[in-house]
């Protein structure tokens, strides 16, 4: 207790008399566990996908597979057994054609100008483009699969893991602006690209921003799987021009 002026002011506990352990005030509490989900879901995700890209260094197809199957069966996981936290943004309920081909056209631009800046990029650093179908070339039908590695698998699982899981997560300890920019950014680093981060953080800042506006991932879903398409598409017929006679 505290004596002022006759009075007797209690001075909150911060140890318990009996255990001897710090007494955590229910705001606090909140906070800590908060930050404590945000920093699980940040440093999982990218350490998966960093494991990700060593295994797929190879350029294995299989590896490829086995990986993209893996990521969607933890994602799925997660969902499961974290569904009060990502509550919402899987519904249909809210989702509108019209609204869709609006950020098609939108995705269509962005993926049009990286397309453009991307290919002067290699002209001026006269750098060798990487191919998307060469791990599948095994494949009886490399376009089919890289289409499902490339384009399928990430655009649902990056989408769920990025502006689900970590936007959520985030979203409970910040701003939505901080929210928006942290995500986008993180989203760009984790592929690991330097020369790649130019259009990646700004394509993710895109993508969080429509999941922010609409409160669901199905637009950036879309979008992300319309630019990664349009990618797998662009080196199919740059690399095989026979295989499409």
Aim: charge should be positive.
């Amino acid at each position: 207790t505290l004596f002022r002026s006759g009075t007797v002011a209690a001075i909150p506990a911060k140890f318990c008399s009996k255990c001897g352990k710090g007494i955590v005030t229910p705001g606090q509490n909140t906070f800590t566990k908060d930050f404590n989900s945000f920093l699980l879901s940040c440093f999982g995700i990218i350490g998966y996908i960093l494991a990700l890209y060593l295994l797929k260094i190879e350029g294995n197809g299989v590896n490829n597979l086995i990986v993209d199957f893996s990521f969607l069966a933890i994602v799925i996981a997660i969902l499961y057994f974290g569904k009060n936290n990502i509550r919402g943004i899987l519904s249909f309920e809210n989702f509108k054609l019209s609204r869709l081909f609006k950020y098609i056209f939108l995705q269509l631009l962005i993926t049009g100008t990286v397309i453009a800046f991307s290919l002067y990029l290699d002209t001026f650093l006269k750098a060798e483009s990487s191919n998307e179908l060469d791990s599948f070339s095994d494949f009886f039908s490399p376009i089919t699969f890289a289409i499902i590695s490339v384009g399928v698998f990430p655009a649902i699982t990056e989408e769920i893991a990025f502006r689900g899981i970590l936007f959520n997560s985030l979203l409970k300890l910040t701003t939505p602006v901080s929210t928006i920019f942290v995500t986008g950014i993180i989203f760009g680093f984790v592929h690991f690209s330097f020369i790649s981060i130019l259009w990646l953080i700004p394509a993710g800042l895109f993508f969080v921003w429509i999941r922010y506006k609409e409160g669901i991932i199905w637009y950036g879903v879309a979008c992300h799987f319309l630019n990664n398409f349009i990618v797998v598409m662009i080196d199919y017929f740059k690399y095989h021009p026979g295989l499409h006679h």
